[in-house]
């Protein structure tokens, strides 16, 4: 007999009995789901691949008749792992549902692995899909973020100004990377930001490059500014000097490894011949703006 109330969905919309199911099949022929709504005028949508493996989209449903499913498989179609980046370690915070679950583990290879095992053990449907989000914060986090998508976690890193807008909209006041982890974890809910993909190592090492070549000249500005005002001293003039000797040293050798990645890769070298196309723009420009925005052509 089947349930009172129930709607067939899916991920991407509402059956509208065209598909000429059953009323007693619990799946119909075109994959929605059948699923009894729980207030009026609103369906609960199911992720299908968050109820595979039970296998047993009847035996769902009779557990959410019943009031025994967890609101959490109900309210937020996914686990979620929001994690706040150090460079020493890393906090964590689960969310399913309205229950959160807190742990720090080490920024390292170890720590990584007892993340997953930590994952594995405080998640009541091991099949479902985790969504994990964290702030871009250089290099710190990007060896966890590959680490969960060799995994195939679904990870987003998105700019730190987004969450701590999305703070101030709670009213969030206290700071602790606890709290921050936990904050991360329910804006990534909220907001559902896109995957992130890892870049190809040699792009990862183009960015490298070019970000110390710009920090390398940074730095020569600052000596040269610093020669300019003069000084009584003999010994911080010639410092100086060396130092800017040395800077100049460095940053040829650094840009001598950027041609080197570039003319490696024949994608890189034709971007780079098309962007030196452009008027005003030079060498560092274009190898900027590739390293930078590694899809531009997209």
Same mark, same amino acid.
């Given at each position: 007999m089947p349930l009172r109330g129930i709607s067939l969905v899916s991920r991407v919309g509402v059956c509208d009995g065209h598909c000429r199911h059953s009323a007693g099949e619990p799946v119909c022929p075109l994959g929605f789901v059948p699923v009894p709504e729980i207030r009026p005028r609103r369906t609960i949508r199911l992720w299908l691949n968050g109820i595979q493996g039970a296998g047993t989209p009847d035996s769902l449903i009779t557990r959410v008749a019943t009031g025994a499913e967890p609101s959490n498989r109900l309210g937020g179609f996914m686990d979620i792992l929001g994690i706040d980046i150090a460079r020493i370690k890393f906090d964590v915070a689960l969310l399913i549902g309205n229950r +959160?679950?807190? %742990?720090?583990? %080490?920024?390292?290879?170890?720590?990584?692995?007892?993340?997953?095992?930590?994952?594995?053990?405080?998640? /009541?449907?091991?099949?479902?899909?985790?969504?994990?989000?964290?702030?871009?914060?250089?290099?710190?986090?990007?060896?966890?973020?590959?680490?969960?998508?060799?995994?195939?976690?679904?990870?987003?890193? +998105?700019? /730190?100004?987004?969450?701590?807008?999305?703070?101030?909209?709670?009213?969030?006041? $206290?700071?602790?990377?606890?709290?921050?982890?936990?904050?991360?974890?329910?804006?990534?809910?909220?907001?559902?930001? /896109?995957?992130?993909?890892?870049?190809?190592?040699?792009?990862?090492?183009?960015?490298?490059? !070019?970000?110390?070549?710009?920090?390398?000249?940074?730095?020569?500005?600052?000596?040269? $500014?610093?020669?300019?005002?003069?000084?009584? %001293?003999?010994? !911080?003039?010639?410092?100086?000097?060396?130092?800017l000797a040395w800077l100049d040293v460095q940053i040829k050798a650094v840009m001598d490894a950027v041609r080197s990645v570039v003319a490696a890769d024949p994608v890189l070298s034709k971007n780079l011949a098309l962007l030196r196309g452009i008027t005003g723009f030079g060498e560092i420009s274009a190898t900027i703006v590739m390293a930078e925005l590694p899809n531009i052509a997209e």
């Open positions: +959160v679950r807190h %742990s720090t583990f %080490s920024n390292t290879e170890a720590g990584f692995e007892q993340l997953l095992i930590w994952l594995a053990r405080h998640r /009541p449907d091991p099949d479902a899909p985790l969504h994990a989000c964290m702030e871009a914060t250089g290099n710190w986090g990007l060896d966890l973020a590959a680490f969960l998508h060799s995994r195939r976690i679904r990870v987003s890193v +998105v700019n /730190p100004a987004r969450i701590k807008a999305y703070g101030d909209s709670e009213l969030a006041r $206290n700071k602790t990377d606890k709290l921050d982890a936990a904050l991360t974890a329910r804006f990534c809910r909220a907001q559902t930001p /896109p995957a992130w993909t890892p870049p190809a190592p040699h792009l990862r090492e183009l960015r490298e490059l !070019v970000r110390r070549c710009d920090a390398l000249k940074a730095t020569r500005v600052q000596e040269l $500014n610093r020669q300019k005002a003069g000084f009584a %001293s003999p010994a !911080v003039a010639a410092s100086i000097a060396a130092h």
